[in-house]
């Protein structure tokens, strides 16, 4: 009896938790009604011409997106207008392109949305839809920098509403470029700096090594080429300051690759990693220097081989990165002068992966450098796990 | 590949008598690192020197400097891409719970009120404990299971939503010309 | 047992913890070599290494315990603390690894950008670590008193060191390694003397465990007493003492005892006759093979059963998210993608490792009914394996099974320790490496006082409290944090110190009054079922309040992050720029 209740009781919880599943599984389908659909295709249009926005107000980038604008606003033409001069005409009606300016006086006067009237635009062709306008001016910062304009056959409160947002949208976009412009700038400069720092030394090694296998084994040849094209490829990418620990040793390792087919047995590499540190996020380009750093000085004046061992391991909330050269070392008090950013000449590796981490993650943080003339070098750097606002990307 | 260019010979091998301990003028007391059993180089290694770069009193803070990269992402946008994704998210998580409450939550129910339920055997085991002790876990995996293939689903659909059945080369300044 | 095989499983256990965590590091010399020692953890390693970490005393030995002890509902226990990891990765795993965070509080200013939600976050991870860590060093006593008859805070003090002193020396360098290990040396240390225990059942003939009958001796059997024990007697039986008992010495006299409590001291040894019924320590109320066998009965005398079992159900469900040791494991994936697969493959190793505790629960109450008298029916795993095999098999069975519980101790506790001192290292002394040493210390040595200080709850009750803490503190955070743009700092503040607070408060109160009967013990002994529904409200509630502190250019930030899948986020395909330009549009 009890075996009944049993069975029919446990056939009822499953069919009720198939029929659950099911349920979801069918709901899931699609993203949207038409409604939201409408809202993709508008977002869409907003945001095809954000990024043409972010250039802050010339020709070319508001004649790239007005076309969008108007798109979003379904209006026959629209204008942008500048400090004083037609930036973009999109739509019909091209023969009105002359007064454009002189439309938008009266609201960057005013300094707020301004109607114009059928009478001030009629051009006597009756099928020309642009007769009225309504104009909105643009302020960044408090300053008028420009109007939009929009054409209609007859402005509908909709559209003046429609065409409010749409400005605004585009004001934002300039502050947001502005702001933008302020803050990156000065954290990029530091990174373009590096970038832009592939040493022509190196450059020039890698190709002639390369060149001497072309010959004598056309795969290794190729094999390096590619290696090559990776690593500037890594070394230039445009976006994010940060990157994984991976990555990082990845490129390291593309560089290395390089240096071997220059050096041969001369250089030996140990590489000790913890995998639980790998996915933490360290800033853009922090381990090349370092490592390169133990190629040049610790090996390069040296004619036995070298030895580089290149650790990271766990240490709670923080991951512990060391690269170690057994090579001639360098003396200290030059060291001290580059990390300080006092150094002459062009020295930038070190004192500027420093730089950058003791700014990412405090004064706690930045690096390490044991060594002496004849002592080899051992670089340390510590990166916590986790810190508000760095992501890798 | 960064750093200077020139070609430079740091750090050349002193002459013997300065090789010893070359302490400088002042070590700025670095972190000292705990490595231990760190292998040394060749037998007359001289001591290494720590060297730090002088403190500037930095605050460690980054928040303030996290936004460019973020507001590029246009979180605006995005959000409403995302809300539709996090609800399709949320609506399958949910539902697994429910189940998952549904059955665990109404074992005990049963029990409570089937008193038969409790005392009842399948295969000469009684039935509480086959059901707590054995049956339970194929059905967290089961439902696990469920879930991560689904999971997956909706973000491979929300994707190809995203990159369209074409996915674009990526290129974010794309001329729409 | 045989101290010396014990011994050596302890120190096996202890040096291949300690290597591991020192040379676990991937090695490469060959550059071919480099992409497979810089390759990310994969999901079985990493789903093993979650595990081991996961397998607590409270699993390894607790489980069984109480199962023997208290019957059925107990199974709640184990079924809850694998589908705590369903509810983790339903709500948690994938958005909680995109947010980046490693810790819970870096996972509250990620998303609250507050440091007063990160500060009181960090108290309440070092309040569960300690409640957590209590248990594993009593379970260590426990473990080296009935291996070796050393005292019992002499294990607690041997697993205190061995963790915070390789915490403090910085010597875990890789931990995936380590916890990996110690998952399978815990599922084989359970699995093959089980294999065993089965078979020597069935050799005995397969004695019925769901008899009307409360629990006999099956042989003459003598039962030595390492602590005081208190006993109740329900049929009046003659017993062979040596040592104290009731006051009086013997030297292998035979004792009438008669119904009604006595008291026999540390040291002495009780030999009881073959079909003796088997009485049970103070406070533990025998109950027959039927009751115990049958849920909701309150057998072992329990309180309010369905409750009970209910608010157990929803302190592991909800408090395995909470758990400071376990998030910390989830930042090795790769990608939230990994997360989840990795979630996946945590419950099936959990699943498999959960069917065993039971095992040795059931039939300890026919094999080894003397631990009802002792009370000690946490050692049912340590003592069970000696008895199936007569010899050095027997000894060989029990060492391994002694190796299991020092895994399970050692890899929680340096979880728990890790995580804690991090916290603390972070919060308070701004991440010198110095301060990392400390923050071990700070760990480690509060929670060695309580346990060699008090005598404790059951281990797997006493970890029960820690996952009601963590219910109603963490559980409310993470879940409307990635759920809900509602929630703000205020709100989750609130909500952290009210639940987290209540059931603090809660376990405070029942530790220190002990077990006791009627709603108000209940109520107190299984507090999430409660403070959970209270965290949530006040969490909600704070946050519609104080709406106008949302910031929602910073929500939408960090829901993007969490959110959106890797390969859209990772910037290569940056979400307005996405879809190909509808050309014939314009």
Redesign the interface.
Same mark, same amino acid.
């Given at each position: 009896m009890t075996s009944v209740i049993t069975v029919v009781s446990v056939t009822l919880v499953i069919a009720g938790a198939a029929a659950a599943l099911f349920w979801l599984v069918r709901g899931r389908r699609g993203f949207g009604t038409p409604v939201e659909r409408a809202a993709f295709a508008a977002l869409h249009e907003a945001s095809l011409a954000a990024p043409l926005l972010r250039d802050g107000l010339n020709p070319d980038s508001a004649r790239k997106a007005a076309r969008h604008l108007r798109a979003l606003l379904a209006a026959p033409a629209l204008a942008v207008v500048g400090d004083g001069e037609l930036l973009a005409w999109d739509g019909v009606g091209r023969h009105h392109t002359a007064q454009a300016v002189a439309h938008t006086r009266d609201a960057i006067d005013a300094g707020r949305p301004w109607l114009v009237p059928g009478d001030t635009i009629d051009c006597g062709d009756l099928e020309c839809p642009v007769r009225t306008a309504v104009v909105v001016p643009l302020v960044v910062d408090g300053l008028v920098v420009g109007a939009l304009t929009v054409y209609a056959r007859q402005v509908s409160a909709g559209l003046v509403r429609a065409a409010g947002e749409v400005a605004h949208w585009v004001i934002a976009q300039l502050e947001l470029a502005e702001l933008d412009r302020s803050r990156t700038r000065m954290m990029e400069a530091e990174l373009r700096a590096l970038r832009a720092q592939i040493s022509p030394h190196f450059v020039y090694n890698s190709l002639t090594a390369i060149a001497s296998f072309v010959r004598t084994d056309p795969a290794q040849a190729r094999e390096l080429l590619l290696e090559f094209a990776e690593l500037t490829r890594y070394s230039l990418r445009k976006h994010g300051e940060f990157s994984t620990l991976a990555e990082e040793l990845r490129s390291v390792d593309r560089y290395l690759r390089l240096e071997r087919a220059r050096f041969g047995a001369r250089l030996q590499v140990d590489l000790l990693i913890a995998p639980e540190v790998l996915p933490v996020a360290v800033p853009f380009l922090c381990l090349q220097p370092l490592v390169e750093n133990a190629v040049r000085h610790g090996l390069g004046p040296k004619a036995a081989p070298g030895l580089i061992t290149i650790r990271a391991e766990d240490a709670g909330a923080e991951c512990r990165i060391s690269v170690e050269d057994d090579g001639v070392g360098m003396d200290p008090e030059e060291v001290r002068l580059q990390l300080a950013g006092e150094a002459k000449g062009d020295s930038l590796g070190l004192g500027n992966v420093d730089e950058r981490l003791r700014a990412v993650f405090g004064d706690e943080y930045g690096l390490v450098v044991e060594t002496a003339p004849g002592a080899g070098t051992r670089i340390s750097v510590r990166v916590p796990k986790y810190r508000n606002g760095v992501h890798a990307s | 590949m960064t750093g200077q260019s020139g070609p430079r010979r740091p750090g050349r091998p002193q002459p013997r008598s300065q090789q010893r301990p070359k302490q400088p003028p002042k070590p700025p007391k670095p972190p000292r690192l705990p490595h231990p059993a760190e292998p040394q180089p060749a037998p007359p290694a001289p001591r290494r020197v720590a060297v730090t770069a002088p403190r500037r009193h930095r605050a460690g803070g980054y928040s303030a400097r996290a936004g460019a990269a973020d507001l590029h992402a246009q979180p605006r946008l995005g959000q409403l891409y995302v809300r539709s994704l996090v609800r399709n998210q949320l609506r399958l998580s949910l539902g697994v719970l429910a189940v998952l409450a549904a059955v665990l939550g109404g074992l005990p129910a049963a029990f409570a009120l089937l008193p038969g339920l409790r005392t009842s055997e399948v295969a000469g085991i009684r039935l509480p404990w086959v059901l707590l002790g054995v049956v339970a876990y194929p059905l967290l995996v089961g439902a696990a299971y469920f879930h991560v293939r689904h999971a997956e689903r909706v973000e491979r659909d929300f994707t190809d939503l995203l990159g369209g059945p074409d996915a674009a080369p990526p290129a974010p300044p794309r001329d729409a010309r | 047992m045989n101290p010396g095989l014990g011994l050596a499983a302890l120190a096996v256990v202890l040096v291949a913890t300690v290597a591991f965590g020192i040379y +676990?590091? #991937?090695?490469?010399?060959a550059?071919s070599?480099?992409?497979v020692?810089?390759? !990310? =953890?994969s999901p079985l390693w990493n789903a093993s290494a979650i595990g081991g970490e996961y397998l607590s005393a409270a699993s390894f030995l607790g489980v069984a315990g109480l199962v023997m002890a208290y019957g =059925?509902d107990m $199974?709640?226990y184990p =079924?809850g603390y694998?589908?705590g990891? $369903?509810?983790l990765?339903?709500?948690v795993a994938?958005p909680l690894r995109r947010s +980046?965070?490693?810790?819970l509080p /870096?996972f509250a !200013? !990620?998303r609250l &950008?507050s440091l007063a939600v990160r500060r009181v976050a960090g108290v309440l991870v070092a309040v569960i670590a300690w409640l957590y860590l209590v248990p594993q060093l009593q379970g260590a006593g426990l473990t080296l008193q009935t291996v070796t008859g050393a005292p019992r805070w002499a294990g607690a003090v041997v697993v205190a060191v061995v963790v915070v002193g390789v915490?403090a020396? &910085? %010597? @875990?360098?890789?931990?995936?390694l380590v916890q990996g290990f110690q998952f399978w040396l815990k599922l084989t240390a359970i699995a093959v003397p089980a294999l065993f225990l089965v078979m020597a059942w069935h050799s005995a003939g397969a004695p019925a465990l769901?008899g009307p009958d409360i629990p006999r001796f099956q042989r003459t059997t003598a039962v030595s007493l390492q602590d005081p024990v208190r006993f109740e007697v329900t049929q009046p039986v003659t017993v062979t003492v040596s040592g104290q008992l009731d006051g009086r010495a013997y030297t292998g006299g035979r004792v009438l005892l008669g119904d009604g409590g006595h008291t026999a001291a540390a040291g002495s040894e009780l030999t009881f006759p073959r079909g003796a019924a088997v009485p049970h320590k103070h406070g533990l109320t025998p109950s027959s093979g039927?009751r115990w066998?049958?849920? $909701?009965?309150g057998a072992g005398g329990r309180s309010h059963p369905?409750y009970a079992?209910?608010s157990i159900?929803l302190a592991t469900?909800l408090g395995t998210m909470g758990l400071p040791h376990v998030l910390v494991r989830f930042?090795?994936?790769?990608d939230g @993608?990994a997360a #989840?697969?990795t979630?996946?493959l945590v419950? =099936?190793l959990l699943? &498999?490792f959960?069917?065993l505790p039971?095992v040795y629960g059931?039939l300890g109450r026919v094999m080894a009914p003397q631990l009802l008298l002792t009370g000690q029916t946490d050692t049912a795993v340590l003592v069970l394996p000696q008895l199936t095999q007569a010899g050095e098999a027997g000894r060989l069975l029990a060492a391994l099974a002694t190796a299991g519980a020092f895994a399970a101790f050692v890899s929680t506790a340096s979880g728990l320790t890790?995580?804690v001192? %991090?916290?603390v290292?972070?919060d308070l002394l701004? +991440?010198?490496? #110095?301060g990392?040493r400390w923050a071990s210390l700070v760990a480690g040595i509060p929670p060695l006082a309580m346990a060699t200080a008090t005598d404790g709850l059951p281990v797997a009750d006493a970890i029960g409290l820690a996952f009601a803490v963590a219910a109603s503190s963490f559980c409310p955070l993470l879940v409307l944090g990635i759920?809900w743009r509602g929630l703000t700092d205020v709100g989750a503040l609130l909500g952290l110190v009210a639940g987290g607070g209540l059931a603090a408060v809660a376990v405070v109160l029942t530790s220190v009054r002990g077990a006791g009967h009627g709603w108000s013990a209940a109520l107190l002994e299984q507090p999430a079922a409660w403070t959970v529904p209270v965290a949530f409200a006040v969490m909600i509630a704070g946050s519609l309040l104080t709406r106008h502190r949302l910031s929602?250019?910073a929500v /939408?930030?960090v @829901?993007?992050?969490m959110?959106?899948?890797e !390969?859209?986020?990772? &910037?290569?395909?940056?979400?307005?720029?996405?879809?190909?330009?509808?050309?014939g549009?314009?």
């Open positions: - | - | +676990g590091l #991937r090695l490469s010399r550059t070599d480099f992409y020692a810089s390759r !990310e =953890v =059925v $199974l709640a =079924v694998t589908a990891y $369903l509810v990765l339903l709500l994938a +980046g965070a490693y810790t /870096d !200013e !990620e &950008g915490a020396a &910085g %010597g @875990m360098r890789s931990v995936t769901t039927a066998a049958s849920p $909701l009965s369905l079992l209910y159900l469900l930042y090795t994936n790769p @993608m #989840r697969r979630t996946l419950l =099936v699943s &498999g959960y069917l039971t059931a890790v995580s001192a %991090g916290v290292s972070q701004r +991440g010198s490496t #110095r990392f759920w929602p250019a /939408d930030r @829901m993007l992050r959110h959106l899948p !390969e859209v986020a990772s &910037g290569d395909l940056p979400l307005p720029a996405v879809r190909p330009p509808t050309a549009r314009s």
